[in-house]
């Protein structure tokens, strides 16, 4: 298993700073980077070579729909969950994720990808996650972040997700269905996984 952070506008040129580590492997920043070229590479690898691959970003990975927009009956129509999305397709953080998960559909278009971590457990390939930071924190360092979700692993608790109240768009799930990836079209309507990260 991989576990990738990404840190969203850490860099002033546009690129981004990232930075992950596999389960058996302690050290800091055993994989790090700060392109988007050096991430997919990582990304790529760890799928083909038959790993899991969590890739936590700092940004905001569910929105809450306003009264103002026509939300689709029971949130069961897909389509209309991806085009309620669009908007956010350009933000930082998503735009990057969209550009991965487009090089996956790319390259890679039969891998799976989930926001629901009791999913991706079971026998999904990609997990997008939302690195929350801890209470009193001004920002979420990419190596502490990986570290986080290792030790979230490890506990009993279920799902950790961001309390949106009403109805929500999941903007991970729809960016990797726009990208020509399978998500579970009910995910499309649930908040994304998120985890604290602590220790950082």
């Known amino acids: 298993m991989l576990v990738i952070a990404v840190e969203t506008g850490s860099l002033l040129d546009g690129r981004l700073r990232w930075a992950g580590r596999r389960h ?31 890739l936590g970003f700092d ?10 927009q026509d939300a689709p009956a029971d949130h069961a129509d897909a389509d209309a969950l991806v085009k309620l999305a669009e908007p956010a397709a350009t933000r930082p953080g998503i735009a990057e ?4 998960l487009g090089e996956l ?41 990986a570290d986080s979700f ?4 490890q506990t009993p608790a279920g799902d950790e997700t961001e309390a949106v109240a009403g109805p929500v768009v999941n903007l991970a799930a729809a960016t990797a269905r726009r990208a020509g990836l399978f998500v579970d079209p009910s995910e499309l309507a649930r908040p994304t996984v998120s985890i604290t990260v602590t220790g950082g």
Do not use: Y
């Open 97 to 100: 994720l969209g550009h991965l």
């Open 24 to 54: 058996d492997d302690d050290r800091p920043d055993a994989s790090s980077g700060t392109s988007s070229a050096e991430l997919f590479d990582a990304v790529f690898h760890a799928l083909h070579d038959g790993e899991q691959v969590a």
């Open 59 to 68: 940004c905001p990975l569910t929105s809450p729909l306003s009264p103002d």
């Open 150 to 153: 290792f030790r979230h692993l």
């Open 105 to 145: 559909g790319t390259w890679r278009p039969w891998t799976t990808v989930s926001t629901s971590l009791s999913r991706w457990k079971a026998n999904t390939s990609v997990l997008v996650w939302q690195a929350l930071p801890a209470d009193g924190s001004s920002g979420v360092p990419a190596s502490a972040a």
